[in-house]
């Protein structure tokens, strides 16, 4: 489970930013955010649950070289 995710691009500006699970090589987008302002932090709004064969991802278009990408992630292993 993900408790905190944040994303950010520190030096860039007009992008996306999505946040997603993938599982079976199917992308599951779970937020956006478009044109965030150079420096936004864009945090999660819920918790994440991750399941077995689950990969949480950020994604960033239209980058530039040099960018500086940022995703800080916060969790624990929870049994089900």
């Given amino acids: 489970m993900l408790t905190h995710v944040t994303v950010e691009n ?24 478009l044109d965030p302002a150079q420096n936004e932090l ?13 990969y949480f991802f950020a994604e960033f278009t239209d980058t530039q070289n040099g960018d500086e ?3 800080t992630c916060v969790g624990w292993q929870q049994g089900l």
Avoid: A, F, W
Wanted: glycine share 16%; no cysteine.
């Fill in 10 to 33: 520190r030096t860039g500006t007009r992008t996306k930013d999505r946040i997603g699970i993938n599982n079976g090589g199917r992308d599951h987008y779970l937020d956006e955010i």
């Fill in 42 to 54: 864009i945090v999660s709004r819920s918790d994440i649950l991750l399941g077995e064969g689950d």
């Fill in 69 to 71: 990408l940022v995703m």
